[in-house]
């Protein structure tokens, strides 16, 4: 037997917390943090009673009979249905006897809707007869090589042929041939022969992310799946169509033929790829991850996931890994042991700290940590390095006290919120399922979006309203919005009939708001990474005056929003509070002195690096040559600090340049928790070992050790128990909690701060999760199969947390137990900034173009870049500008172009786009062969640059 | 009785020279219908329609003022006309397109009128370059004369048409297929419920969808009064019936006769219409209203041709396409190119129609070329009933349209009727007739 089942089996033990499987009895939740919001009591018009095979269930007036079926646990077959998308009725493997005024009639149960008093049989003989007679139509011209097909095990045609089909073939024909397979895109492969021609993979491509690059084509039973002419699916979202392929027709490239379902390891984690946090299922075999599968988290992902969080895991690639322990010898990194690269690092940092005290030392980066490492991270800078100087973003994000301080939204709640105002962020390359979400909320809800950005995006094709605002003026088109009186003029580029309908949008939304949810909700983000953040600071304090506004934070990178909230900047601290109003708190609570005064940003840092004036710096998976937007600047910092210790998964650039590198454990090799862009907290599972490598908490403690502080940590189960006791910001949320019924859908923290339930659980639907549940359904004894269907978990909410009193940490018993500090407030909103006349504008010369930088998703990163599938997928740097400023240039479309700056110059294609506003040149963030942080100063509040027609000038 | 004389309504130009054109058609009293009917009410026209209880002439046989009446209210209201015309051996529509496309646009102004609507389409079959141009230029000189666009006769009342050529595929002539195709979609047909345009049409808007031959009555309707209409025919089938006759007879071709006052004798023995069957053959078997319809025998020759009396044996009127097949025709050949037709067509949306038809394909295959097992009688009507649960008429179905359902009748008819002839094919090991005059393999399109 494999080991999923040994791990299906142990998650029933709350005594062993590692691993976490989504299928387990639901534990004993704790009081203190669940059962809220009263289980909906069905009222009596919205339900109906039906007669499913002879029983009486109730079903809600107006839902599909599949779903009404399902609910009562009556499964029905299946393959073109699917939850997330609107039903079709073609296959028609789903048809079931309803008894009729007129005799009794075959109908999809996934196109009719119950009405009250039906009668329908699922299992009649005239059903049978129907669903037997398509499966074995199913099967005509299906291959049957169910042995090498990568489907084998898991497959919906496999597995409701053995319970629905004929027994043996009554056809002697020859079944149609194709070539096969043929690669749809760079990723996916298709096989026409297995194709059943449900049409999900179209369906999905059109209706969901809104690609519709795969269609069906010819008739009878020649019709095929296909792509266009000369146009690959290249989707965000393709590998979800390989996930949802109820038939081995779509397989992707990367786990072609690597594993039999049987023989995988499993466990359900979040996806840490950005910041959105998907709920995934991670498998493995031999101790290597081959393939996730996204889960259906109703307040999350809905069982999607994007490309680069599907298959950017760990072992796609080894590529640039650190495995061992390394150690600088001239100008070489050598292998070392544990042993010796600690106390080497533990030495340079103690020599910095002996020469310039805690300012001298910094750490940078946190976004790859768990919650557990971030924590701890934060506590060894305060405590064992005597610094404040730790920033987990890059100087490509947002002020931490913005991001922290404002009101927050949760994505069901932007979803369901009449007005979404999307400011800055392109967010179908950095968020990519909250572009999946927010599509969704436009098209099928009643949500309107409004773009304030200097750029199309992804989303601007579902904008009611654009702004397409002059780069730098964000605050000033943020006032116009507004203000109380109307603008008479254009403001920021943006004419007056634009504001207006903006000023509309935001009033009808006051008027259409529930009483619970937001009424606005505003995606903030950095606009360009080629401006500083000040504009965008400004303008999300200016939209919180908004009524009824909340906010989602863009932030992308990973966890970074778990590391901000456990103090990974300056000036904050562990549960969202701040440095000045909490010290005097966990100084008692880590008896240990804090830093005096907030520390610095990663600009401050590296600035100050390059002054000489930072003796050891630590990179916490980070890599300020690639991410940090002034690549100049970056290197003079890694360049101008001491020593430098590196902790990290991969040999990026900055590694390269350390004199210690400690390897990390990436995201499948060790557990802990996550915090999404909403605060939502969910455990993640460890499938793999991670061999010599260390979780980022434990190389924490070593080397707080070494520096002769004992931090006393030894499970991320013990440090989290740590921070739900300590932080005013995670009380109630134990991990019983985080593992109990609510694992699947994690916990917004504040809890009962937004109003936020965790009720609906989906049910466990095996044609939406195929490749999970038929593994499941192998494995797990019906019992557990029921989980989430009914019960307490299902149908309760969180509850607020009683506020604990100042005594509560009672086991606390320091000498100053009895006079223990007050539970500090959490951040609140930022003050509205004052623009510092002092950063320049930069030095725009005669003719110049404002530079404007966003991420795409297939980037120069190391996540793509050191995937063997992924690497290719980055598109060449071009520039983009409107078709007048080219003409100008006397430019062609696909000509090089030289893009130079007071710091640098690039050699790029140019493409004109219409709409992309004039004066502006877009760039996308360092492609492969176009390094954009090597034209911006860092240091200015805009960045020009000036184009030249030609190469390489 | 002499055939040749009796009522013509829509077909009443058709020999006139240069029919298709405006002078032609005005001078033989054309765009008069309009011009009154725009002196009447939507109301009173609807009334009148009701009156003529015209049966939608497309196949199925709706009740045209019924349908109209049908329509949600609700704006814009968009009329399609259906010149998808597209089954073997029907082509009624064809020649009304082609000899008279004033009558047809005239008639469809009418209905617009009458339901309100600002814009109608006129779907075409690809394949009829001919009527497509035709048409086209009749709409030209339509709009030109003032019958169409804006303040139609100088009323208040403005309607655009246009002419859409359909790109080839037989399944758009189902009419929610044809509104899918018509908004650029793969031509699928749609799932029921919502069960008529009337109520979602195109573009979610409530449309009226009428055949070719039914609009084209409107206009002597709107002259003659529904009343003059009803009292030809007989029952439900009121008015007169274009028929298109094919298949093994002297004289085929288009007529039309007064609905119900025929029998199957009289079309094809009669010598002003069929006039026997070629070569003086015996009759074999009768295909009595399209290729979808359930066979008939000799025995069923004084049966009239209307609806009722056509489903009271067991079969439908259809759209109004009968074929005589004579003694020398292969019954296991015959079915095959049936289902070879609609499998062919089938869109391959659902599941029974795609797979199930061409698997029946090759099991009719196998059995003519001499490869056929006696079991293969019973998978046949087995792989039928899964198509169409019952093989019974008017037929259930697992399919979301009646295409796939439209393959058992020739099936098990001609099972029922001609076993033993199947069972020849089988022991035999060859089809016990000569071959085709045409080549018995056709290429795979």
Not at chain 1, 570 to 582: E, F, W
Not at chain 1, 862 to 869: E, I, L, P
Not at chain 2, 11 to 40: C, D, F, P, V
Not at chain 2, 358 to 365: D, P, T
Request: hydrophobic letters at 40%; charged letters at 20%.
């Amino acid at each position: 037997m494999s080991e999923t089942n040994s791990a299906v089996s142990q998650v029933a033990d709350p005594a062993d917390p590692g691993v976490v499987v989504h299928l387990r009895k639901p534990p004993v939740v704790t009081a203190s943090a669940v059962g809220t919001a009263p289980p909906r009591t069905p009222s009596a018009s919205d339900t109906v009673t039906v007669t499913i095979d002879g029983r009486q269930v109730q079903a809600k007036a107006g839902e599909w009979i599949i779903d009404a079926a399902d609910q009562a646990g009556v499964y029905i077959p299946r393959f073109c249905y699917h939850p997330r998308m609107k039903p079709v009725g073609m296959c028609r493997m789903c048809l079931v006897e309803v008894e009729g005024p007129r005799g009794s009639t075959l109908m999809p149960a996934c196109f009719n809707p119950v009405s009250d008093g039906m009668t329908l049989h699922t299992r009649s003989p005239k059903a049978l007869k129907a669903q037997e007679g398509v499966l074995e139509f199913l099967l005509v011209n299906h291959p049957l090589d169910c042995p090498v097909c990568d489907k084998g095990g898991e497959c919906p045609l496999q597995d409701q042929t053995l319970t629905y089909g004929p027994g043996e073939t009554r056809f002697v024909e020859e079944k149609r041939h194709w070539d096969k397979p043929i690669a749809i895109s760079e990723l996916v492969y298709l096989d026409r022969e297995r194709c059943i021609q449900c049409g999900r993979c179209v369906r999905f491509a059109d209706e969901v992310a809104g690609d519709a690059l795969i269609d069906f084509a010819e008739r009878g039973d020649r019709t095929e799946v296909a792509v266009f002419p000369d146009s690959p699916y290249s989707s965000y979202f393709s590998g979800n169509v390989v996930q949802i392929c109820p038939v081995g027709a779509l397989t992707s490239k990367p786990y072609r033929f690597k594993a039999r379902p049987w023989d995988l390891e499993q466990v359900e984690t979040t996806c840490t790829s950005c910041a959105v946090g998907c709920r995934t299922v991670v498998q493995a075999t031999q101790g290597q991850v081959t393939r996730l599968i996204g889960v259906d988290s109703d307040p999350v992902n809905w069982g999607w996931l994007c490309d680069k969080g599907r298959f950017s895991y760990p072992d796609a690639s080894d590529a640039g890994r650190v495995s061992v322990p390394m150690i600088r010898e001239g100008d070489e990194l050598v292998e070392s042991t544990w042993a010796e690269a600690i106390a080497k690092a533990a030495s340079g940092i103690s020599a910095a700290l002996r020469f310039g005290g805690g300012s001298s030392v910094g750490v940078i980066g946190g976004a790859r940590l768990t919650n557990e490492d971030a924590y701890v991270w934060s506590k060894f800078a305060r405590v064992a390095l005597g610094t404040d100087n730790v920033d987990a973003q890059l100087g490509d994000g947002l002020p931490a006290q913005t991001v922290l301080g404002l009101p927050r939204a949760t994505i069901d709640q932007a979803a369901a919120a009449p007005l979404v105002i999307t400011v800055g962020s392109d967010v179908k390359d950095e968020l990519p399922v909250l572009y999946i979400r927010l599509r969704h909320a436009v098209l099928e809800g009643a949500t309107q979006l409004v773009e304030l950005n200097t750029t199309p995006t992804g989303l601007s094709p579902y904008a009611a309203d654009t702004a397409r605002y002059k780069p730098g003026e964000l605050a000033a088109l943020a006032v116009a919005i507004t203000s109380k009186s109307e603008p008479t003029g254009p403001v920021a580029g943006v004419d007056a009939s634009t504001i207006a309908s903006i000023r509309g949008h935001i009033s009808r939304a006051g008027r259409e708001a529930g009483p619970s949810g937001p009424a606005v909700v505003v995606l903030i983000a950095r606009p360009s990474l080629a401006e500083n953040d000040e504009q965008v600071a400004t303008a999300a304090r200016i939209l919180a005056e908004i009524p009824g506004v909340a906010f989602l934070s863009g932030l992308r990178r990973g966890n970074i929003h778990g590391a901000l909230d456990m103090g990974m900047a300056p000036g904050i601290l562990p549960g969202r509070v701040a440095l000045d109003t909490a010290r005097s708190y966990y100084e008692h609570h880590w008896a240990a002195e804090l830093p005096a005064e907030a520390g610095l940003d990663t600009s401050g840092m590296l600035v100050d690096a390059a002054r000489g004036h930072i003796g050891a710096l630590v990179l916490l998976g980070s890599d300020p040559l690639v991410d940090f937007p002034d690549a100049d600047g970056a290197l003079r910092g890694l360049v101008g600090a001491r020593f430098v210790v590196a902790v990290d998964t991969h040999l990026n650039e900055s590694v390269r340049r350390a004199d210690v590198v400690l390897p990390a454990a990436p995201w499948s090799q060790r557990r802990g928790t996550f915090t999404n862009l909403e605060g939502r907290v969910s455990w993640l599972g460890q499938v793999t070992s991670p061999g010599s490598a260390w979780p980022e908490w434990m190389i924490a403690v070593e080397l707080a050790a070494r520096l002769g502080v004992d931090l006393g940590y030894e499970s991320p189960e013990g440090i989290w128990a740590e921070i739900e006791k300590l932080s005013p910001l995670h009380r109630g949320v134990t991990h019983e909690v985080l593992s109990g019924p609510y694992g699947r859908d994690g916990v917004v923290v504040p809890v009962g701060a937004s109003g936020h339930s965790t009720a609906a659980v989906r049910p466990l639907d095996p044609m939406a999760d195929p490749g999970i549940s038929s593994a499941e359904r192998h494995k797990v004894a019906a019992s557990s199969l029921s989980y989430g269907r009914a019960g307490a978990g299902s149908s309760s909410a969180m509850k607020p947390a009683q506020p604990r009193t100042a005594q509560a940490p009672a086991s606390d018993s320091g000498p100053d137990a009895q006079v223990e500090p007050a539970t500090p407030p959490l951040v609140g909103l930022p003050p509205v900034p004052v623009p510092s006349p002092s950063k320049p504008a930069g030095s725009a010369v005669g003719g110049a173009l404002t530079l404007v930088t966003r991420r795409k998703m297939w980037d120069g990163g190391t996540a793509v870049q050191s995937s063997t599938y992924l690497s290719g997928l980055a598109p060449p740097p071009v520039l983009v500008a409107n078709p007048a400023e080219l003409a100008a240039l006397g430019v062609a479309e696909g000509e090089k172009v030289t893009v130079s700056s007071a710091k640098g110059s690039l050699t790029v294609a140019a493409s004109a786009d219409a709409g992309v506003a004039r004066g502006i040149a877009v760039i996308a963030w360092n492609l492969p062969g176009g390094r954009v942080g090597e034209l911006i100063d860092a240091g200015d509040r805009l960045n020009f640059v000036s184009v030249e027609p030609g190469g390489d000038k | 009785m002499t055939f040749g004389e009796s009522t013509r309504i829509v077909t009443a130009r058709l020999h006139n020279e240069r029919s298709w054109t405006i002078s032609s058609y005005l001078a033989a009293g054309g765009y008069q219908g309009l011009r009154k009917a725009l002196t009447m009410t939507p109301k009173e026209i609807h009334d009148q329609v009701n009156t003529a209880n015209i049966l939608g002439r497309g196949g199925a046989g709706f009740e045209a003022g019924r349908k109209w009446g049908m329509l949600r209210q609700a704006q814009p209201v968009y009329l399609t006309i259906n010149g998808d015309e597209s089954e073997p051996a029907t082509f009624k529509d064809h020649a009304l397109i082609e000899g008279d496309p004033h009558q047809l646009i005239e008639g469809a102004v009418i209905a617009a009128y009458v339901i309100g609507a600002a814009q109608v389409f006129i779907f075409v079959r690809g394949e009829f370059p001919l009527a497509i141009e035709r048409l086209q230029a009749a709409l030209n000189e339509a709009y030109d004369y003032g019958a169409v666009g804006a303040n139609i006769f100088a009323s208040s009342f403005s309607v655009d048409v246009v002419v859409h050529p359909g790109a080839g595929a037989y399944i758009c002539g189902e009419e929610t297929a044809l509104l899918e195709s018509l908004e650029g979609k793969r031509g699928y047909p749609r799932i029921k419920p919502p069960f008529f345009p009337a109520v979602m049409g195109l573009y979610g808007a409530p449309t009226i969808v009428n055949n070719v031959e039914t609009v084209s009555n409107l206009p002597w309707v709107v002259i003659n009064g529904g009343d003059n209409f009803a009292a030809l025919g007989e029952g439900r089938s009121k008015g007169t019936k274009l028929l298109a006759l094919a298949g093994h007879v002297k004289r085929p071709g288009n007529y039309e006769l007064e609905w119900a006052k025929v029998t199957f004798r009289d079309l094809i023995f009669d010598p002003a219409l069929g006039g026997g069957i070629r070569d003086d053959n015996e009759l074999k078997a009768i295909i009595p209203g399209g290729v979808s319809s359930p066979w008939i025998g000799p025995e069923h020759l004084d049966v009239s041709l209307s609806n009722e009396a056509i489903a009271g044996i067991g079969s439908m009127a259809g759209s109004g396409s009968v074929i005589p097949m004579d003694h020398t025709t292969c019954m296991v050949r015959a079915a095959w190119r049936i289902v070879r037709f609609f499998h062919r067509e089938s869109c391959g949306q659902c599941t029974p129609c795609r797979e199930g038809g061409g698997w029946l394909e090759k099991i009719l295959e196998r059995i003519e070329m001499g490869q056929g097992r006696e079991s293969d009688l019973d998978l046949l009507m087995d792989v039928c009933d899964n198509i169409s649960p019952g093989v019974s008429w008017p037929p259930a179905q697992t399919t979301i349209c009646v295409l796939g359902p439209s393959m058992p009748p020739s099936i098990a008819s001609g099972l029922a009727r001609f076993r033993d002839e199947y069972l020849a094919h089988i022991r035999e090991g060859r089809c016990p007739f000569p071959p085709d005059r045409l080549p018995r393999r056709l290429a795979r399109v």
